[in-house]
């Protein structure tokens, strides 16, 4: 983690944080697996907003590879949110859905008490595969809701200047994403041409976290390269960002989420023993997360639980 202090002469009144969360590489379906740099949960802080959950992969060259693989396996109290830059994948979830995915376009996963889905490179694919996959953290109050599947192929788009932000989740600007959402926050991609110069308007009371996805941005004075997430605090009304070379940037936000979780595989719960039922429940195929039809491989078996009970954790560590 690195901190940059502000610019004591044109910083606003608070001090504005800055923190270079460093991504862990991780690769999905064991060491030969496919790659991604993981950046939420980080040692430092566990969420920005109710986003608790952040791999980026990519601009991976799928030549002769199988590309994403990944078969069936469960999820609760949470939201997926799976964004591309290049490349498609195919969605398929026990709720019966079967949804390929392109750059520009949303699948919103609501898991709620349990929903199950495998995700793959269709056969007839791009040559490069490049996106990011994300978790949002559901509320107490909707944290056990019938999961949902949503497929968004037309979001909204709001300019500022030089950049066009397509908003994912929330707000920004006058734009607003139809997704649903369960707690304040939001999610923009954002796109500069090179050369831009410009200002995006923030709400005080979220936290923000940016994510270059291509180029070398420049967000509040530090240039951003793809890899680690810029985290930026509360307290802002703006952000400004230029660039001098074409970039794109994953602008996240929310509300600074105040209940402790336990993360654990594909859950989040509250505590240990719930983690514990959830596990059981997918290992022992209660009808809790359905079933996946027509994925041709075998659903993802629970690792072992952990010697020592899973401890319920903050936003920052
Ligand atoms: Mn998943």
């Not at 707690?183 to 005080?204: F, H, K, M, N, Q």
Request: glycine share 10%.
């Amino acid at each position: 983690m690195s901190s940059f202090e502000a610019d004591p002469e044109v910083g606003p009144e608070l001090p504005v944080t800055m923190e270079l969360l460093e991504g862990a590489p991780v690769a999905l379906g064991g060491p030969r697996g496919f790659a991604v740099t993981r950046t939420l949960p980080n040692r430092q802080r566990r969420m920005v907003g109710a986003w608790c959950f952040l791999d980026a992969y990519g601009p991976h060259d799928l030549g002769d590879s199988a590309g994403m693989r990944v078969g069936p396996h469960p999820h609760t109290g949470l939201q997926t949110v799976t964004w591309l830059v290049a490349g498609e994948v195919l969605h398929r979830d026990s709720l019966g859905n079967l949804q390929e995915i392109r750059p520009g376009q949303l699948n919103l996963m609501t898991a709620g008490r349990g929903i199950s889905h495998a995700e793959e490179t269709p056969a007839e694919h791009s040559p490069v595969l490049q996106g990011v996959q994300l978790w949002v953290a559901l509320p107490r109050a909707t944290r056990d809701m019938a999961p949902e599947f949503s497929h968004h192929a037309d979001l909204p788009v709001a300019a500022f200047g030089d950049i066009t932000a397509t908003v994912l989740m929330g707000t920004l600007g006058d734009a607003t994403s139809p997704a649903r959402t369960h707690t304040p926050l939001v999610g923009a991609e954002l796109v500069l041409a090179a050369g831009a110069s410009a200002t995006v308007p923030l709400r005080p009371d979220f936290e923000y976290a940016a994510l270059a996805l291509d180029g070398a941005p420049n967000v509040d004075d530090a240039t951003l390269k793809p890899g680690p997430l810029l985290y930026l605090g509360a307290g802002r009304t703006s952000l400004r960002l230029t660039t001098s070379s074409e970039s794109r940037v994953l602008l996240l936000g929310g509300e600074p989420f105040e209940e402790r979780l336990v993360m654990w595989w594909n859950f989040v719960a509250r505590d240990h023993d719930e983690i514990v039922g959830m596990r059981l429940d997918w290992e022992s195929h209660t009808p809790r997360f359905g079933e996946v039809h027509g994925y041709d491989g075998p659903p993802l078996p629970a690792p072992a639980m952990p010697i020592t009970r899973l401890v319920p954790r903050g936003r920052v560590r």
